[in-house]
Structures are given as structure tokens and as C-alpha cells.
């Protein structure tokens, strides 16, 4: 078993085995030492039994509790499944099972997790801005493909990165072809060299055959490796995945490699799916857009022939997901 914390930040690593008991809290003679002022001296007992397959986390009566599904009770032990979140202050520690590598207790810090309704991210909020402006990796999960890569864009929209936007669909192209398509065949350069800059979007993340993960981790960990010596990073690119799967139950499946994964979630956004929109709602979307087109894409002079606000307007283009009109361009 693996017990991991997803993130952008360094990991650490501990050994779970057979009958190791470890103390997680604030104080450095803590086992796991969890630098925050939420999180207790002294907080919680992590047990371990079953050769690394057993595990059971005891509140010490902390100040902030630990959560499993749910509070704790004080001193009383809570087996811990593959699957469960671990709540520690802001930490988040989730049980999966591991490959054939030893069981470890990877410690991060937790990424941040939002649900979006707005592909387009015409009018995003701070929290969501966060996110894109951040250098941490993403994973979009949710169904509909392009809304997904919509929303992909509008990150690195909001971004302010000066390279390029590019596609790998990691579904489309056969595993033959997608090494050499991500990191070049000597003849031409990969999609990785090719974002710079820029926003390399993995489209079905999850369909990323098991070698070319392994070659992508190497690549991620001595970018790592050289952001901490100050030497020149092997790439820029800023990773977002996408993916209509469950990638933790992948990785219980052993059918994604929980590393990578835990590199790649420095923060998750849901796509959540849009409802059928009633009769009258459809009749105002309509209204909205053939006004728009009126007034020349100008949302100001469209608002005012609707008798509306212009920010009641951007509101209700969010709502419909109608995408901004381009600005216009100067002869």
C-alpha cells in the first residue's frame, strides 16, 4: 500500500512496514513532521500491519481533530482503506495501493481542488486564476472532450505564459507513435520542446501507455532536480491532463503509476456537466447571441438594447457558456 499526498511541493518518503507506527505532527521529533499551525505537536498514530496492506490512523487529541470520511473520535484507532482521504490540517494523505516498489508514505502539500461550471472561464474567479497562474501541474477530470480542452485554454489563457498552447491526445495516437510524438525522434522535436514556454495539454491522460509514464516521471524529476541546483530545467512547459476516467481507481488498478499521478495533480479541476437548459432559457441564449451579433460583438451597446447591465450581460453568457466575442481589429 501507498499512501500519498498530492502536490506541486517536494516529496518526502517513508517506509511502510510490517508493525511501523509513526507519529505525525508539528514537533520535529514527530516521525512525519507536518510544518503547519493547524496541525498539532503531537496529532495523529499512523499503524501499520498486514506487510504494508493494513493501515490505522488514531486521533492524539489534537487541537484541529483528523478526519477520515469524517471528525475522529479522540484516541480511538479508524482503519484506513485504499481510497480514503486522510485529513490532517491542510494536509490530504490518500491510501492506494503500490506497484511492486516497497509501500511508502509520500508526504506533499495539498493541491487545490475546484469545480468549474464555465468552460470558457469568461469571468474566473481568484481561486480558479490561482490556479492558472500557478507553475504546479493540473488535471481536468469531467465529461464532454472539448469542453475539457476549452477549459484548458482558458487556463493557460489566464496563464500569462508566452509560449504556445499545444495538444498531445494521448487516445488518438497508438503507442508506437506517442514517445516519439512527446519527446521527438531526432528529426523533429517533441510536443514537450514544442510548448516552451508555453502549455502542454495531455488530452486522456489516462490512456498513456506504462512505459512512456515512466519516461515522462524521469523527465519531471530532473526537472525537479535542476529547479533545486539552479541548473537549466530539461523543459518549461506547464502540464495540464485531462481525463473522463478515474485515475485513482486506475492506480489502484495498477494501470497508472501513483507517482506520476501525485506529480501531475498539483491541482484538479471537475468539469461539472451542464444541465438541459428549459425552453425559456434556450429562447434567451438565443436572444442574447443574435444581440450580440447586432451590436458588432460590443457588449456594452448589446446589454443596453436588452435593457440590462453589461455585467448582468457577462453573467448571462457565463450561465449559457456563450464565449466572448474576439475584440475588434483595428484597421
Known amino acids: 500500500m501507498l499512501v500519498a499526498l498530492g502536490g506541486g511541493a517536494p516529496v518526502r518518503a517513508y517506509p511502510l512496514t510490517d508493525g511501523v507506527e509513526l507519529i505525525l505532527g508539528r514537533d520535529v521529533d514527530c516521525d512525519v513532521v507536518l510544518a503547519h499551525h493547524r ?29 477520515v470520511r469524517e471528525p475522529l473520535k479522540r484516541n480511538q484507532p479508524c482503519p484506513v482503506e485504499a481510497g480514503d482521504a486522510i485529513g490532517i490540517g491542510p494536509f490530504t494523505l490518500t491510501a ?10 509520500v508526504i506533499g502539500a495539498s493541491p487545490p481542488s475546484l469545480v468549474v461550471d464555465d468552460p470558457q472561464v469568461s469571468a474566473p474567479s481568484l481561486a480558479l486564476l490561482d490556479v492558472a497562474r500557478d507553475a504546479a501541474s493540473v488535471i481536468v477530470s469531467g465529461l464532454g472532450g472539448e469542453a475539457k480542452r476549452t477549459l484548458a485554454e482558458a487556463l493557460h489563457r489566464h496563464s500569462g505564459r508566452a509560449g504556445h498552447f499545444i495538444v498531445l ?25 514544442e510548448a516552451a514556454d508555453g502549455t502542454l495539454l495531455f488530452e486522456e ?82 436572444q442574447l447571441l443574435a444581440t450580440i451579433a447586432q451590436a458588432d460583438g460590443n457588449l456594452t451597446r448589446a446589454a443596453r438594447r436588452l435593457g440590462i447591465g453589461r455585467n448582468v450581460l457577462v453573467a448571462k453568457m457565463a450561465q449559457y457558456r456563450i464565449p466572448r466575442p474576439p475584440p475588434p481589429r483595428h484597421k
Open 96 to 105: 492506494v495501493r503500490g506497484g511492486e516498489s516497497p509501500p511508502l508514505l
Open 39 to 67: 496541525v498539532s505537536r503531537r496529532h495523529a498514530r499512523l499503524r501499520v500491519s498486514g506487510a504494508g496492506d493494513v493501515l490505522a490512523i488514531e486521533d492524539l487529541g489534537s487541537r484541529n481533530g483528523t478526519r
Open 169 to 193: 491526445d494521448c487516445a488518438a495516437i497508438g503507442p508506437e507513435q506517442i514517445e516519439a510524438e512527446l519527446f521527438g525522434d531526432g528529426t523533429r522535436p517533441g510536443a514537450l520542446e
Open 205 to 286: 491522460i489516462g490512456e498513456l501507455p506504462p512505459p512512456v509514464q515512466g519516461r515522462l516521471l524521469q523527465v519531471i524529476e530532473d526537472r525537479e532536480a535542476a529547479y533545486a541546483s539552479g541548473e537549466p530545467p530539461t523543459f518549461t512547459a506547464r502540464l495540464v491532463c485531462t481525463t473522463d476516467r478515474d485515475l485513482l481507481a486506475a492506480v489502484e488498478a495498477r494501470a497508472f503509476r501513483p507517482d506520476l499521478f501525485y506529480r501531475l495533480a498539483g491541482a484538479t479541476l471537475t468539469l461539472r456537466q451542464a444541465r438541459a437548459l428549459t425552453s425559456a432559457e434556450e429562447e434567451e441564449r438565443i
